[in-house]
């Protein structure tokens, strides 16, 4: 669902250095095997992106997260008065749509973020809204104070 479409309207806000440190990540991690993490904040506002390893068998085509690293995040996060609110990976040589392994992520985590990368450079940022089976606009705030 395009932004501006029927039933749109969730705006997600990213502080400007979780952009950064997702495409830091993607440029470090090579074009074989897909990167990526989890994001949390308040609200609709993500203040905290961590890198996950990729334990997929198939890591060049899927993302999957250790069960115990995300529940470890999990309870660190919530301390600190964060929940989930997605999780993000790379597609380093498809496009930014959802695979049917992604729309399962998705469905655990909350919010997907995808990034298609071409030559190693993230260049088309998507997010997926599972509760409303549609892509969510973000924007990129100043860095979060806390
Ligand atoms: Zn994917």
New binding site residues.
């Given amino acids: 669902m395009p932004p501006g479409a029927p039933g749109y309207g969730l705006v997600v806000r990213f502080a400007y250095d979780v952009i950064g440190i997702i495409r830091d990540q993607i440029r470090d991690g090579g074009r074989r095997s897909?990167v990526g993490g989890l994001l949390f904040g308040r609200d609709e506002e993500v203040v905290g992106v961590f890198a996950a390893p990729n334990v997929a068998p198939a890591p060049q085509a899927?993302?999957r997260i250790d069960p115990e690293v995300m529940d470890h995040l999990l309870l660190n996060e919530e301390a600190r008065g964060h929940e989930l609110l997605g999780s993000y990976?790379s597609?380093p040589r498809g496009s930014a749509e959802?695979?049917g392994?992604?729309a399962a992520m998705a469905m655990q985590t909350g919010l997907l973020l995808?990034i298609a990368c071409e030559r190693g450079r993230p260049w088309d940022w998507r997010l997926w809204d599972p509760v409303a089976s549609g892509e969510a606009e973000f924007v990129v705030a100043p860095p979060y104070q806390l």
């Fill in positions: 897909e899927e993302f990976h597609h959802m695979s392994a992604d995808i």
